[in-house]
């Protein structure tokens, strides 16, 4: 039994469109940010930030794929479905991304594992900043414990979100 | 696995300068971002333009997965009703002939009632309901409570207003676009409700916890009043909300606080209806009644419910 995904081969002479190969890492990340369109009225932070997650997969997958301004126009785009304050996502994930690079050029051996650690590392970042924003800008008391659960599973759904993406770039590259 | 290609770009100078400016426009949008957080710190309405286009763009899609939702959960009441569908066909045929009945009943005591109304020259007046919507969406993934509701300023939605289902109180308009309005839940934390105890009035506010509950501070001094069981309906004070609006139940008392469950959830409503801000609905005819309700709307929108 030959593996099903081995009959999608690139044929010879063709390539993927440009759009395609730009187009596809940031309408996966943007539809990850709309997903809080879903008809769930949640009464609290129940749902992981797909965005964040599919933005951290693509960056991690594909290092020379964006430079770090791309978290500006899709932290933007984070921020006005999310209901958080406008500009908590331009900040938080533009910081997590230069933080990514910076890691990455301290680091000489690297493999899964330690992507879920850097990955891990900015989904705390971003959540807890998010929650903090979400503070300081009119929210009150929210308490910590409230982010706590969704930090948690969000970090756990990171390898399912990786391969998906790794699964959504082997077609994305193939004509 | 060894490291992925570098992004050092080698002695290339253009492509240095490139990877330059490119951490220089990143550190400048984060920079951007941070004070639009810090804008919003002192207007956290501002920016609302900023949302008009994500939430029009999104709300056909909610709406028709909102309908496709409300198609599937409903189907197995559908199957349920095949179990023993000919017992409960006898049952109530039964029941039928029995309200019929009660049905001729109510009519009679509804036509006196109206009699009786014109006797006493009382109209019945109440015009503060504005419209009926659904909730179609909301923040799921962020710390605060914002529900997306399915009508906005085009149909007259304006910030400030309350929302309620007919179980009881939803939230307060936050943020208008053309066609939808985001709602504060009343379980957000920056949302505070006067109440009141609905058996013996004793004023207390209500802040929501963010978790789907609230907490409940009385307002007189001494010891806690409130027990498990206790009902509390809106107050009233402050002119946003109407009176008598049901809006949470007493679970639990610790010290000071007592914690409540509200009456109405959100995510298991159909409908919420809109009404005007209270104090707008009872002061507005008259010739100075514009000027007066429109400092009532600028004061809800402005900041939280007035605390009493």
Same mark, same amino acid.
């Given at each position: 039994?030959?593996? $099903?995904?081995?009959?999608?081969?690139?044929?010879?002479?063709?390539? &993927?469109?440009?759009?395609?190969?730009?187009?596809? &890492?940031?309408?996966?990340?943007?539809?990850?940010?709309?997903?809080?369109?879903?008809?769930?009225?949640?009464?609290?932070?129940?749902?992981?930030?797909?965005?964040?997650?599919?933005?951290?997969?693509?960056?991690?997958?594909?290092?020379?794929?964006?430079?770090?301004?791309?978290?500006?126009?899709?932290?933007?785009?984070?921020?006005?479905?999310?209901?958080?304050?406008?500009?908590?996502?331009?900040?938080? #994930?533009?910081?997590?991304?230069?933080?990514?690079?910076?890691?990455?050029?301290?680091?000489? #051996?690297?493999?899964?594992?330690?992507?879920?650690?850097?990955?891990?590392? *900015?989904?705390?970042?971003?959540?807890?900043?998010?929650?903090?924003?979400?503070?300081?800008?009119?929210?009150?008391?929210?308490?910590?414990?409230? =982010?706590? +659960?969704?930090?948690? #599973?969000?970090?756990?759904?990171?390898?399912?979100?990786?391969?998906?993406? /790794?699964?959504?770039?082997?077609?994305?590259?193939? *004509? | 696995?060894?490291?992925? +290609?570098?992004?050092?770009?080698?002695?290339?100078?253009?492509?240095?300068?490139?990877?330059?400016?490119?951490?220089?426009?990143?550190?400048?949008?984060?920079?951007?971002?941070?004070?639009?957080?810090?804008? *919003?710190?002192?207007?956290?309405?501002?920016?609302?333009?900023?949302?008009?286009?994500?939430?029009?763009?999104?709300?056909?899609?909610?709406?028709?997965?909102?309908?496709?939702?409300?198609?599937?959960?409903?189907?197995?009441?559908?199957?349920?009703?095949?179990?023993?569908?000919?017992?409960?066909?006898?049952?109530?045929?039964?029941?039928?002939? /029995?309200?019929?009945?009660?049905?001729?009943?109510?009519?009679?005591?509804?036509?006196?009632?109206?009699?009786?109304?014109?006797?006493?020259?009382?109209?019945?007046?109440?015009?503060?309901?504005?419209?009926?919507?659904?909730?179609?969406?909301?923040?799921?993934?962020?710390?605060?409570?914002?529900?997306?509701?399915?009508?906005? /300023?085009?149909?007259?939605?304006?910030?400030?207003?309350?929302?309620?289902?007919?179980?009881?109180?939803?939230?307060?308009?936050?943020?208008?676009? $053309?066609?939808?309005?985001? =709602?504060?839940?009343?379980?957000?934390?920056?949302?505070?409700?006067?109440?009141?105890?609905?058996?013996?009035?004793?004023?207390?506010?209500?802040?929501?916890?963010?978790?789907?509950?609230?907490?409940?501070?009385?307002?007189?001094?001494?010891?806690?009043?409130?027990?498990?069981?206790?009902?509390?309906?809106?107050?009233?004070?402050?002119?946003?909300?109407?009176?008598?609006?049901?809006? /949470?139940?007493?679970?639990?008392? @610790?010290? @000071?606080?007592?914690?409540?469950?509200?009456?109405?959830? +959100?995510?298991?409503?159909?409908?919420?209806?809109?009404?005007?801000?209270?104090?707008?609905?009872?002061?507005?005819?008259?010739?100075?009644?514009?000027?007066?309700?429109?400092?009532?709307?600028?004061?809800?929108?402005?900041?939280?419910?007035?605390?009493?």
């Amino acid at each position: 039994m030959i593996d $099903p995904h081995l009959h999608h081969v690139p044929r010879l002479g063709r390539y &993927p469109s440009r759009f395609r190969l730009a187009g596809t &890492p940031i309408i996966t990340v943007m539809i990850g940010s709309f997903l809080t369109a879903l008809p769930i009225i949640a009464q609290s932070a129940i749902l992981p930030p797909f965005g964040l997650l599919i933005l951290l997969s693509w960056r991690l997958l594909r290092p020379e794929l964006w430079r770090t301004w791309i978290g500006i126009p899709l932290g933007l785009f984070d921020d006005m479905m999310s209901g958080q304050p406008i500009g908590s996502a331009i900040f938080l #994930w533009t910081i997590a991304l230069i933080g990514i690079d910076w890691v990455e050029h301290r680091m000489v #051996w690297r493999s899964y594992r330690q992507d879920w650690l850097i990955a891990a590392v *900015a989904i705390i970042f971003c959540i807890s900043g998010g929650w903090f924003f979400a503070r300081i800008t009119g929210g009150g008391s929210v308490s910590f414990s409230l =982010v706590a +659960p969704q930090m948690v #599973w969000t970090i756990l759904l990171f390898p399912f979100v990786v391969r998906q993406c /790794a699964r959504i770039d082997r077609w994305r590259v193939m *004509a | 696995m060894a490291r992925p +290609p570098s992004r050092r770009p080698g002695i290339n100078r253009r492509a240095q300068y490139s990877l330059f400016a490119s951490y220089v426009v990143a550190l400048v949008g984060a920079a951007i971002g941070l004070l639009l957080v810090v804008v *919003a710190i002192f207007d956290p309405t501002g920016f609302a333009a900023l949302r008009v286009a994500a939430a029009e763009v999104s709300r056909p899609a909610s709406v028709t997965m909102k309908g496709m939702v409300s198609g599937v959960s409903s189907i197995d009441e559908v199957l349920a009703a095949y179990w023993q569908a000919g017992s409960q066909n006898v049952g109530l045929r039964r029941q039928v002939e /029995a309200d019929r009945n009660r049905i001729i009943e109510s009519k009679a005591i509804a036509q006196e009632n109206l009699r009786l109304k014109k006797l006493l020259k009382l109209v019945d007046e109440d015009s503060s309901d504005l419209l009926t919507a659904r909730l179609i969406a909301s923040s799921a993934s962020s710390a605060r409570r914002f529900a997306r509701l399915n009508a906005g /300023a085009w149909q007259g939605v304006r910030p400030g207003m309350p929302v309620r289902a007919p179980e009881g109180l939803i939230g307060r308009i936050h943020i208008t676009t $053309p066609n939808s309005a985001d =709602v504060l839940l009343l379980t957000d934390t920056s949302n505070i409700v006067p109440v009141r105890r609905a058996s013996d009035n004793i004023p207390a506010i209500s802040t929501g916890l963010g978790d789907g509950s609230v907490e409940i501070r009385a307002l007189t001094a001494g010891r806690n009043p409130f027990k498990p069981g206790d009902l509390l309906v809106t107050s009233g004070i402050g002119g946003v909300y109407q009176p008598n609006i049901p809006v /949470a139940v007493v679970v639990r008392a @610790e010290g @000071e606080i007592a914690y409540g469950v509200p009456l109405a959830n +959100p995510a298991r409503v159909d409908a919420v209806v809109v009404e005007r801000v209270f104090e707008e609905a009872v002061t507005r005819p008259g010739p100075s009644a514009p000027a007066v309700a429109a400092g009532a709307e600028a004061e809800a929108s402005g900041g939280n419910a007035a605390a009493p």
